[in-house]
């Protein structure tokens, strides 16, 4: 009995010592920091400011409170515009009338949209040697964007006596009414591509034959491989579209309204 105690004990010792022990488990290494960045460039093209022609002869001197009739029957603009007119004029000290029995009438001779030529515009030189920017210069290097051209002219008459007071006449383009170039932005973002891959090779090695295996060697951790990816281009100032550039109209007109009306003489 003893003698077959002892053959059991010897077994159970010889079978720990042929045990190989276990290499520690390996741990997910911790994640890189993604970075997020945003990166803007520019479009230019040459730019014409409003052209203003005006003249006032002195026959008839304007003066504040002096009424004033609007004569639209030539053309047709909306009533934002006429009110516009109307509170331009008011301001200038002039009283607007709806009767035509008034001390001047100002006739409305032309308000036109007219749609020209598309504008080009050019990439600006980028102040960053990023590789996403290079390859948008070779691929887009110009943009070519809607334009029209809004055009005001008005004359003013004095009634009594039918003679011409103030003429004046201007013109502007969408492009030059903006005075700005077109503004892109574009957001780079770092992403891991082989997450998984890392994910996995974690699993493998914590298994007990490959802990086995590597107790006495080390392996090499995969690294994580990062890729930065690029969202396409988002415009965030400027009008370029046909629809964009109709929508700018109304503020054009508004403006030409106000330089032409600035131009008037009221004493």
Same mark, same amino acid.
Not at 50 to 65: F, M, T
Not at 142 to 170: E, G, P, Y
Not at 184 to 195: A, S
Not at 228 to 248: D, I, M, N, R, W
């Given at each position: 009995?003893?003698?077959?105690?002892?053959?059991?004990?010897?077994?159970?010792?010889?079978?720990?010592?042929?045990?190989?022990?276990?290499?520690?488990?390996?741990?997910?290494?911790?994640?890189?920091?993604?970075?997020?960045?945003?990166?803007? *460039?520019?479009?230019? /093209? %040459?730019?014409?400011?409003? @052209?203003?022609?005006?003249? &006032?002869?002195?026959?008839?001197?304007? $003066?504040?409170?002096?009424?004033?009739?609007?004569?639209?029957?030539?053309?047709?603009?909306?009533?934002?515009?006429?009110?516009?007119?109307?509170?331009?004029?008011?301001?200038?000290?002039? *009283?607007?009338?709806? /009767? %035509?029995?008034?001390?001047? @009438?100002?006739?409305?001779? &032309?308000?036109?949209?007219?749609?020209? $030529?598309?504008?080009?515009?050019?990439?600006?030189?980028?102040?960053?040697e990023h590789a996403y920017i290079a390859k948008i210069s070779q691929t887009m290097p110009?943009?070519?964007?809607?334009?029209?051209?809004?055009?005001? /002219?008005?004359?003013?008459?004095?009634?009594?006596?039918?003679?011409?007071?103030?003429?004046?006449?201007?013109s502007v383009d969408s492009a030059g009414f903006q005075g700005i170039p077109m503004q892109?932005?574009?957001?780079?973002?770092?992403?891991?591509?082989?997450?998984?891959?890392?994910?996995?090779?974690?699993?493998?090695?914590?298994?007990?034959?490959?802990?086995?295996?590597?107790?006495?060697?080390?392996?090499?951790?995969?690294?994580?491989?990062?890729?930065?990816?690029?969202?396409?281009?988002?415009?965030?100032?400027?009008?370029?579209?046909?629809?964009?550039?109709?929508?700018?109209?109304?503020?054009?007109?508004f403006k030409l309204t106000e330089g032409l009306i600035d131009k008037l003489n009221v004493?």
């Open positions: 009995m003893r003698v077959i105690i002892g053959s059991i004990a010897l077994t159970g010792l010889a079978g720990c010592m042929l045990t190989q022990p276990l290499a520690p488990k390996l741990s997910l290494p911790p994640k890189p920091l993604l970075q997020k960045s945003i990166f803007q *460039i520019s479009y230019s /093209s %040459e730019l014409d400011s409003a @052209r203003i022609k005006s003249v &006032q002869l002195p026959a008839h001197a304007v $003066k504040k409170r002096d009424s004033v009739f609007i004569d639209t029957s030539k053309v047709t603009i909306t009533d934002q515009l006429h009110n516009k007119l109307i509170n331009i004029l008011s301001k200038k000290g002039l *009283i607007v009338d709806n /009767s %035509e029995n008034t001390d001047y @009438r100002l006739v409305i001779q &032309q308000a036109d949209l007219t749609y020209g $030529k598309d504008k080009v515009y050019v990439l600006n030189k980028p102040s960053s110009t943009k070519q964007c809607s334009n029209i051209t809004a055009s005001l /002219s008005m004359r003013l008459t004095h009634n009594q006596s039918s003679d011409v007071v103030w003429f004046a006449k201007s892109y932005t574009f957001t780079e973002t770092q992403r891991i591509t082989n997450e998984q891959a890392v994910l996995n090779f974690i699993t493998e090695q914590n298994t007990d034959e490959a802990r086995q295996a590597r107790y006495h060697t080390s392996v090499d951790m995969p690294a994580y491989s990062i890729k930065s990816v690029q969202t396409p281009l988002v415009k965030v100032a400027g009008a370029c579209t046909q629809e964009e550039v109709s929508a700018l109209t109304p503020k054009m007109m004493q």
